[in-house]
């Protein structure tokens, strides 16, 4: 026969309540983690790129119009639809190649263009990206639903790396990215 | 329908007329509820709402200036009628005479009725047109209210020309912001109107619709502070029943004196716990009708109950007590019954209302055997705008009516209504709507049953 004993019970608990923090913030920060580096840089946003031992070569450049960052030496180098690892392994390819051994490069997104949300809110039009912000807060930026906003899901529209605007099915909680819209869409009952 | 004149003046934007039944020991007290406020029904519809004739600024106290800066400034919302005024101090102290505006408008309605004279065999069918115009003339104040407002229904029968009719009305409504609790609401109105084929009020069956000529003086004061909530009503209401050919109608002129006061008392936030008493005079101008009946008769109620208004999702309102009524004809027998009101609206989704009322009230009534009647309503109203400018609407209603008569003369009366219409707004100027209106009256007596339908279009222009 066993017994429970509330003490040890207790510390069984909390132990298990640690180990769950640990696991949720773990996930957590991977996720958030896999929120940035899953993003596809594009036209307007702010980069700074530095090359370690090499101050001629780092600096702060936007990415064009034509989705090119223009880098000293190497010239303009495609930024649009690629990550920031993505864009880093690049510019390491082209400097590597022809101008610095071993290039230490790193990459910063320092401002990131905005996102723009639609349809049925009080104030649609274009909003200063947030990181971590969700479907949620930026419905929230955006004064909330009128009374014909349908609430959940919304629509979302991002560019994929072809740069076509692909329709997602969003629900409140799901990550924003830069230059994303939101269709908030009309309920009809 | 009891002593109700159609006064459809106060509905003039909505382009709806309605009935009031102007001398019952009721009112409603649940308009300025949140989830009332965002009904359907209630919805402002901005893009579709007439804009008025501004008269432009010509009026001024004294040295003051009117200052149109306070018109074009739009953080200064003018309050319109039944919305909750501004009572701030720096409003009340901004509060000036500005502008006016006049909101003429024009009904059209073709209906069609297939039974006229609300009988229940060899019915006859007829085609109406309605013609029905109102013009407002209201203030564009930033604190208090007034408005006149004058119009007329006539209608024109195809067939049975007899049955035309000619209604109108004026009356006036100043609403003064005492300060920031208090608000008093006054109405004066005089109306000329005919009764329906079918109402008690018809009981007389003239060879033309019977007329009624009603004059209406309203006082409410409204007090709140903190949870304490007052107020009081008074109406004093006129009935001048014209002959109609040789049927003589003078017994049926009377006065009638409702006093209602409500006392609330907020418990938590939103719910309101209240007492309603009441009382009901009717005084007939001539002591005793031609067969030597006494109408007069005279009562009181006093109901309690809770409202709960948390959110603007849903109201509800639920009052029990009791009423008493006596009469001054030997014979009639004073009873003391129970009496109760309530109603539950629900915005299901904030584009579907659900409205359940019911409710029993003492009617006045023109009937010639009962001065009154005692009436058990129950109803249900469904709402639903899917597009900003499309209005589903569906409703239903019993009434079981009770006549106090004497005895051996015993009269009930069940009447079951059930309509639909569906209202699409053009433009801020331009609506239309159809409507379907079913009715069945069982009556005890015979010969008084009915059914009808009535198809009406309805096309009106706003300014």
Same mark, same amino acid.
Request: charged fraction near 25%.
């Given at each position: ?189 | ?129 309605? !013609? ?6 209201? =203030?564009?104040?930033? &604190?208090? %209210? *007034?408005?006149?407002?004058? +119009?007329?229904? $006539? ?123 009441? !009382? ?6 001539? =002591?005793?009708?031609? &067969?030597? %009946? *006494?109408?007069?008769?005279? +009562?009181?109620? $006093? ?143 015979? +010969? ?16």
């Amino acid at each position: 026969m066993t017994f429970w004993h509330p003490k040890r019970g207790c510390r069984r608990n909390s132990r298990l309540i640690e180990l769950l923090f640990l696991v949720g913030l773990l996930l957590f920060s991977g996720a958030a983690r896999a929120q940035l580096s899953d993003y596809l840089l594009g036209p307007g946003d702010k980069i700074s790129l530095k090359v370690f031992g090499h101050a001629d070569l780092s600096g702060q450049t936007t990415v064009g119009s034509d989705g090119t960052i223009a880098v000293p030496l190497v010239g303009q180098v495609k930024a649009a639809t690629f990550t920031v690892p993505e864009l880093k392994e690049r510019i390491v390819t082209r400097l590597n190649r022809d101008f610095v051994v071993d290039p230490k490069v790193s990459i910063e997104v320092l401002n990131y263009r905005p996102f723009f949300i639609l349809g049925e809110v009080n104030k649609a039009g274009k909003y200063d990206y947030i990181v971590g912000i969700t479907v949620r807060k930026a419905i929230a930026i955006a004064e909330g639903y009128t009374r014909r906003a349908k609430h959940d899901p919304v629509l979302l529209i991002r560019e994929d790396r072809q740069g076509v605007p692909v329709r997602y099915k969003a629900s409140l909680n799901t990550p924003v990215h830069p230059g994303d819209t939101i269709e908030v869409v009309r309920r009809l009952f | 329908m009891a002593l109700g004149l159609l006064i459809y003046g106060a509905l003039a934007e909505s382009g709806m007329a309605q009935t009031l039944d102007l001398i019952n020991i009721s009112a409603d007290f649940s308009s300025e509820a949140q989830a009332v406020q965002e009904s359907v029904n209630n919805q402002p519809r901005t893009e579709y709402q007439p804009i008025g004739i501004r008269l432009g600024q010509f009026l001024s106290f004294g040295d003051t200036a009117l200052s149109p800066q306070a018109v074009s400034d739009p953080t200064l919302t003018p309050l319109r009628p039944g919305a909750t005024p501004d009572k701030s101090a720096a409003s009340l102290r901004d509060s000036q005479v500005n502008s006016f505006l006049l909101r003429p408008g024009l009904e059209t309605d073709l209906v069609f009725d297939d039974n006229v004279f609300r009988v229940d065999e060899r019915t006859v069918s007829d085609t109406i047109f309605v !013609l029905r115009p109102t013009l407002t003339l209201e =203030s564009d104040w930033l &604190n208090h %209210f *007034v408005d006149i407002k004058v +119009g007329g229904e $006539f209608g024109r029968h195809q067939d049975f020309k007899d049955e035309d009719y000619d209604d109108y009305f004026i009356s006036t409504r100043p609403r003064i912001d005492v300060d920031e609790h208090t608000v008093l609401e006054l109405e004066l109105g005089y109306s000329s109107a005919h009764t329906e084929r079918g109402s008690t009020d018809d009981e007389l069956e003239g060879p033309e619709p019977a007329i009624d000529r009603l004059l209406n003086v309203e006082a409410d004061w409204q007090y709140q502070a903190d949870k304490y909530s007052t107020r009081m009503l008074y109406r004093y209401s006129q009935i001048d029943a014209l002959d109609n050919g040789q049927i003589e109608r003078d017994f049926l002129d009377a006065h009638g004196h409702v006093w209602l006061l409500r006392q609330g008392y907020e418990l938590t936030t939103g719910t309101t716990a209240w007492l309603r008493p009441g !009382l009901l005079f009717i005084d007939y101008r001539q =002591s005793r009708d031609d &067969n030597g %009946f *006494v109408r007069d008769n005279q +009562g009181w109620s $006093f109901v309690a109950g809770l409202t709960i208004d948390r959110s603007a999702v849903s109201f509800l309102e639920l009052g029990l007590g009791v009423l008493f009524h006596d009469f001054e004809q030997n014979g009639l027998d004073d009873f003391l019954d129970l009496v109760y009101v309530g109603r539950l609206l629900w915005n299901i989704t904030p584009l579907f209302t659900l409205d359940v009322k019911a409710e029993r009230t003492v009617e006045v009534v023109e009937s010639t055997s009962a001065p009154i009647s005692l009436d058990d309503s129950v109803s249900l109203e469904l709402a639903w705008d899917p597009r900003e400018n499309l209005i589903f609407g569906a409703t239903t209603g019993f009434t079981r009516s009770d006549y106090a008569t004497l005895p051996g003369q015993d009269k009930e009366e069940d009447r079951v209504e059930i309509g639909f219409n569906v209202q699409y707004l053009l433009n801020s100027n331009l609506y239309v709507e159809a409507r379907y209106d079913y009715e069945q009256l069982d009556s005890s007596q015979a +010969g008084s049953d009915y059914q009808n339908n009535v198809f009406t279009l309805r096309a009106g222009v706003q300014l």
